[in-house]
């Protein structure tokens, strides 16, 4: 695990939020580490092609990123996570 990269708690609250996989061709990358590249590429501002390599294709996580970002699966899952930080007095 990379320094940035998500725990195991805090995967646990996120992946039942994440739309299903679609069911294509051939067998998924691990969501979990397609999920560390995007964030880590949100983090840092670079470019898409700097992923590191650790995370899988780039182009795997830009076409993830884009497709959850045309769908509004970024906008629901934020407002889900803050409604739960907010019943668990994480946010005051």
């Known amino acids: 695990m990379a320094r940035g990269d998500l725990t195991d708690e805090q995967w646990e609250r996120l992946e039942p939020l994440l739309p299903p996989m679609p069911r294509m061709g051939r067998r998924p990358r691990d969501r979990r ?28 996580a830009y076409s993830v990123f884009r497709r959850r970002q045309i769908d509004g699966s970024w906008a629901r899952i934020l407002n889900e996570l803050q409604v739960r930080a907010d019943a668990d007095g994480i946010i005051v």
Do not use: H, K, L
């Open 33 to 60: 580490q397609v999920f560390d590249g995007i964030r880590r590429r949100v983090r840092s501002g670079s470019p898409w092609r700097d992923v590191p390599e650790r995370y899988g294709p780039w182009a795997t």
